[in-house]
């Protein structure tokens, strides 16, 4: 609610004239925003994006937000050939601070995605969100039973950087850091079962990831590198496999082993469902052709894997 009061004494008659101007928002349940707010229609390849703004005074303009926008999902359709879902609800809170967070998609109306944008962010931190494509991607799988999660926030954090990449927003050398870095976060530790059976962090976001990237490996290790796991997630989608659907993960996985040809996916899930089963990830980057020295990235061209490396994040379909 704003409410706005002028008050006004008179001189005469020491009576207080308050003149209270209120206008009352409708607030929506599911994300608090007020019903008054008019969208913008973003047109994507696929389809089209319902664009909530925030009401309230930013840094940035309505334009910067709807070029991250674009942007976002631009880099989502590079990765999938186009828009995953043929109509997307976005709507974008306002926040405290310079940073984007607080993302979270739903499987309503096609798909809903709610998050907040600091009222001090700039075009810089625009430039350099993975939240949104994140949640973006998440409209690309159907959902999944709750053992399962580990596969809807591993795709997407896995799909993200690879996807931004592949988009030419962020350099390749930055996704191989980053996997560098943080793959380790998803191996089992002390105690811990397979991914359907280890719901931490760790597990669901890492181990998911990691069970992309030894799954991308793969299927371009036995297709010549004619294929890899975004075949694999186009077919998903293209056999109607979107976060408004729910299906058992076999099925989305049979599907998407029936596009490049192999059995990766299944048999990469029945082995990591139920085990630990750590990964040698040492002897993969070097397999690939990776190394971080003082922070940095070296490539190794001459590596075994090299174009299988050069491959994943490859713009080309």
């Given at each position: 609610m704003q409410t706005v009061a002028r008050l006004a004494d008179t001189t005469c008659t020491a009576l207080c004239l308050v003149m209270i101007f209120v206008f009352t928002l409708t607030v929506d349940a599911a994300s608090k925003r007020p019903t008054g707010s008019q969208p913008t229609i973003v047109q994507v390849p696929g389809g089209q994006i319902e664009v909530t703004l925030p009401d309230e005074v930013m840094t940035l303009s309505a334009a910067d937000l709807l070029n991250w926008v674009k942007n976002s999902a631009g880099s989502v359709t590079t990765y999938y050939g186009r828009f995953p879902v043929g109509h997307l609800t976005l709507r974008i809170r306002s926040g405290n601070g310079a940073g984007i967070s607080h993302g979270v998609t739903y499987p309503v109306d096609?798909?809903?995605i709610l998050i907040t944008v600091g009222r001090q962010a700039t075009t810089q931190t625009l430039a350099d969100d993975w939240v949104l494509t994140h949640?973006?991607?998440?409209?690309?799988f159907p959902s999944m039973a709750e053992d399962h999660h580990w596969i809807e926030e591993g795709i997407s954090t896995y799909v993200e950087p690879v996807a931004r990449a592949q988009a030419g927003r962020l350099p390749v050398a930055e996704v191989w850091k980053e996997f560098i870095r943080d793959m380790p976060k998803g191996e089992p530790g002390f105690g811990d079962a397979g991914l359907d059976h280890t719901p931490t962090w760790?597990?669901?976001y890492w181990g998911g990831a990691m069970f992309c990237l030894i799954a991308d490996v793969k299927i371009h290790e036995r297709t010549q590198n004619r294929k890899g796991l975004r075949d694999a997630l186009r077919a998903?989608?293209?056999n109607g496999g979107t976060i408004s659907e729910d299906w058992?993960?076999?099925?989305?996985?049979?599907?998407?082993?029936?596009a490049t040809g192999t059995s990766?996916?299944?048999?990469?899930?029945r082995e990591m469902r139920d085990k630990p089963s750590p990964v040698d990830l040492d002897q993969l980057w070097s397999k690939l052709g990776l190394a971080l020295r003082r922070g940095e990235v070296t490539f190794d061209d001459k590596?075994?894997?090299a174009g299988i490396r050069r491959a994943i994040t490859s713009p080309q379909s």
């Open positions: 096609g798909g809903l949640e973006m991607i998440h409209l690309a760790g597990r669901t998903i989608v293209a058992e993960i076999e099925k989305a996985l049979a599907i998407g082993d029936k990766v996916l299944l048999e990469l899930y590596a075994s894997g």
